[in-house]
């Protein structure tokens, strides 16, 4: 299953998972649909899973990550409640997995650093490449839509964009401008 395509409301909850991001705190009960509203069209298809199925008592738990809920965690239990400890042990499972979260995060802000490091020291090492002579280009408003959605699904700059979709897809297979460049 697709777990991204879930959609949960988060300044109006209709549910439990959504309360906890919003409230930033634990619930708990015995109702699956005051768990999963909104995620099955059917309360009634809700309450017939719930009576086939071993799950009695429902909790969910915020996940933090830099301070702010990053996520829900939901767990359940054949039992009538956890117990003490269990909830002990879940709510310290949500922590382990927000260290988890921003350690990935900040391992993505790392790699994104020092990939933008290696391409500033590329550009840098041969003086011709490095930009520094200024044009004005006027473009059509679709062209200007499809640079807006590129530099905003690679967080490059429309000038860096350019620049390497010039030299990689113009100047460097072209043979005849290689011929020039030589002489």
């Not at 909104?38 to 830099?66: A, R």
């Not at 900040?106 to 490095?130: L, V």
């Amino acid at each position: 299953y697709d777990f991204s395509k879930i959609k949960i409301a988060i300044d109006d909850p209709i549910n439990h998972i959504g309360e906890t991001a919003k409230y930033e705190k634990s619930f708990s009960g015995k109702r699956l649909v005051d768990f999963t509203r909104g995620f099955v069209k059917s309360e009634k298809l809700i309450g017939v899973y719930q009576k086939v199925s071993t799950t009695k008592f429902m909790m969910t738990v915020p996940i933090f990550s830099s301070g702010k809920v990053e996520g829900v965690l939901y767990v359940g239990t054949a039992k009538d409640s956890f117990t003490p400890d269990q909830i002990s042990l879940i709510k310290i499972f949500a922590e382990q997995l927000g260290l988890a979260m921003g350690n990935i995060i900040a391992h993505e802000k790392i790699i994104e650093k020092f990939k933008d490091e290696q391409e500033r020291k590329k550009r840098q090492t041969d003086p011709d490449k490095i930009p520094n002579i200024k044009f004005t280009l006027r473009i059509s408003k679709e062209i200007d839509r499809y640079l807006n959605w590129k530099v905003h699904n690679t967080k490059k700059t429309k000038a860096d964009f350019l620049r390497e979709a010039i030299l990689e897809d113009l100047m460097e297979p072209d043979e005849e401008y290689k011929k020039f460049s030589d002489d």
